[in-house]
C-alpha cells in the first residue's frame, strides 16, 4: 500500500494506515496437492505400475517428441490442463 501523507483531499487523504492482512479462504486451497494425497498416489502408483497410455507417453517422452507426448495425452484424457500435470508425473 503506498504511503499516506496528512492530507484532506486527494488519493491518500486521512491519516497513515497498516494494511489488515488477511489469511487466505480454505477454499481457495482447492486442487493443491496434500502430503497426504501425495503418499496415497505414489503408494498405488508402485502397486498398478503406470497405464499403457502413460507408458506410451514416456516412450515419446525418451525420444525427445515432448509435444507429440503432450498431444497423445491430451487426446487420452480430454483436457489440456490434466494432460500437462500427466506429463509432469511421468
Not at 22 to 39: A, D, M, V, Y
Request: charged content about 35%; overall charge positive; hydrophobic content about 35%.
Amino acid at each position: 500500500m503506498a504511503i499516506r501523507y496528512p492530507m484532506v483531499v486527494g488519493l491518500n487523504k486521512g491519516h497513515k494506515v497498516t494494511k489488515n492482512v488477511q489469511k487466505p479462504r480454505q477454499c481457495r486451497r482447492r486442487g493443491r496437492l496434500t502430503k497426504h494425497t501425495k503418499f496415497v498416489r505414489d503408494m498405488i502408483r508402485e502397486v498398478c505400475g503406470f497405464a499403457p497410455y502413460e507408458r506410451r507417453a514416456m516412450e515419446l517422452l525418451k525420444v525427445s517428441k515432448d509435444k507429440r507426448a503432450l498431444k497423445f495425452i491430451k487426446k487420452r484424457v480430454c483436457v489440456h490442463c490434466r494432460a500437462r500435470t500427466t506429463l509432469a508425473w511421468g
